[in-house]
C-alpha cells in the first residue's frame, strides 16, 4: 500500500519515543540517587530551556531547506540515503520531495496528504479525517519542525547533552502510546539556534536513521508549485 511509503520517507515513526529497557533502567537508577526537590529542579530548568529555544525555533512563517537523509539497516548492514527538499508554510502545510535516488513527494495540510511517485506517476490522497492515527502523527510531525519542544516534556524524558551546539536527548515516558518502534531521538540546533541542524533516531529494530538540513532559510516567500506532488 503507497500509504506506508510516507511512513519510510517521512520517518513517521520517528515521532514517536519508544522506551528501551536499559534507558529505562538507567532512568530508575538516577531517581534512586537524586531527591524528589533535584529531580524538580531539572525537570523546571528543562522545561524552562525547551520553551526559550521553542521561541527561537518557532518565530518563523515560512521554511525551505535541503536534506540529506541516511539510513542504516542493522540487519542487513546497509545504508540507504534519500536527497532532496522541504517547504513548510504555517500554520498547515508541509512539503517533503525526495529527489535523489528515487523521486518521490508528499504535501501534508490539515485535512489530507497527498502523495506522488514516479513508480506509478500517480496521485494519492488520504484524509486524515478518516485516519485517526496518521492524524496524530501529521500533529507530532507538525512540533518537530515547528519548533513547539516544551510540548514533548509531558510524554518524554528530555536529557541536555551538550550545550554548544546545544544538543537535547529525548526518550519517552510511560505516558507514551508508541514506545515499541524507536529507542530514542536527538536533536541538534543550528550555532544560531534558529532551527535544527540534524535529527538521529534510534530504533529498538537497531537501525538508524539520521536527517541532516543544509541551505535552510526562514521566512522566505514559497511558489505554489514547491506544494503540488505530481512533478512536471
Known sequence: MKIIKIALLIILPALFFP???????????????ESKSDVIARSAGTKE???????KVSNFKSLKTDFVQEK???????????????????????AWHVDKPMKYSVVITDKSIRQW???TNKVQEFSLEKNPIFKNVVNQL???????YSALMDDNNVTVI?????????????????????RSITITFREDEK???????????????????????????LE??????KRV
Open 142 to 148: 507538525s512540533v518537530w519542525f515547528s519548533g513547539e
Open 224 to 229: 505554489r508549485s514547491f506544494f503540488e506532488v
Open 19 to 33: 522506551l528501551s529497557g536499559t534507558e529505562h533502567a538507567a532512568g530508575e537508577t538516577k531517581a534512586v540517587v
Open 195 to 221: 532551527y535544527l541542524k540534524k535529527i538521529r533516531i534510534q530504533e529498538m529494530s537497531g537501525d538508524t536513521t539520521t536527517i541532516e538540513f543544509s541551505n535552510t532559510l526562514l521566512d522566505v516567500p
Open 117 to 119: 511517485d514516479e513508480d
Open 49 to 55: 530551556l525547551l520553551s526559550t529555544i521553542g521561541k
Open 72 to 94: 542504516d539497516l542493522a540487519m542487513f548492514k546497509k545504508k540507504i540515503v534519500l536527497r532532496g527538499r522541504i517547504y513548510m508554510e504555517k500554520p498547515n502545510r508541509l
Open 162 to 182: 551538550q550545550q554548544h551546539p546545544l544538543i537535547i536527548e529525548f526518550v519517552p515516558n510511560e505516558k507514551n502510546i508508541a514506545k515499541k518502534m524507536i
